[in-house]
Nanobody, 126 residues
Framework: QVQLVESGGRLVQAGGSLRLSCAASGRTSATYAMAWFRQVPGKEREFVAAIRWSGGPTGYGNSVKGRFTISRNDSAVFLQMNSLKLEDTAVYYC?????????????????????WGQGTQVTVSS
């Protein structure tokens, strides 16, 4: 059974940094790609970053490019967030896909990911 558990979310001041982690368990060798999404109440879920497990190409949402970095180890994915802004406040979710897809075309689509964590709250204050 696949489980994803996010951690690292907290209250942080604007301009600060935060590192989120997502620990994966269950058939981790089957991972094809992992991603981070975020959601604010009343708004649609927004793509943040994704990484293909093999070869490691990455992709980023326009609002976080140059500020956020996605990385991974054998069983976890991380999101380093720098220069945080008030608008980065959201619940951050990690997601995983275990089957092939054309990463460079579809990595931003939340419906492409099969497994999801429960989320971790990031709050950026002024």
């Amino acid at each position: 059974q696949v489980q994803l558990v996010e951690s690292g979310g907290r209250l942080v001041q604007a301009g600060g940094s935060l590192r989120l982690s997502c620990a994966a368990s269950g058939r981790t060798s089957a991972t094809y790609a992992m991603a981070w999404f975020r959601q604010v109440p009343g708004k649609e879920r927004e793509f943040v970053a994704a990484i293909r497990w093999s070869g490691g190409p990455t992709g980023y949402g326009n609002s976080v490019k140059g500020r956020f970095t996605i990385s991974r180890n054998d069983s976890a994915v991380f999101l380093q967030m720098n220069s945080l802004k008030l608008e980065d406040t959201a619940v951050y979710y990690c997601a995983r896909r275990d089957t092939f897809f054309t990463f460079t075309t579809y990595y931003m689509e939340d419906r492409q990911y099969q497994y999801w964590g429960q989320g971790t709250q990031v709050t950026v204050s002024s």
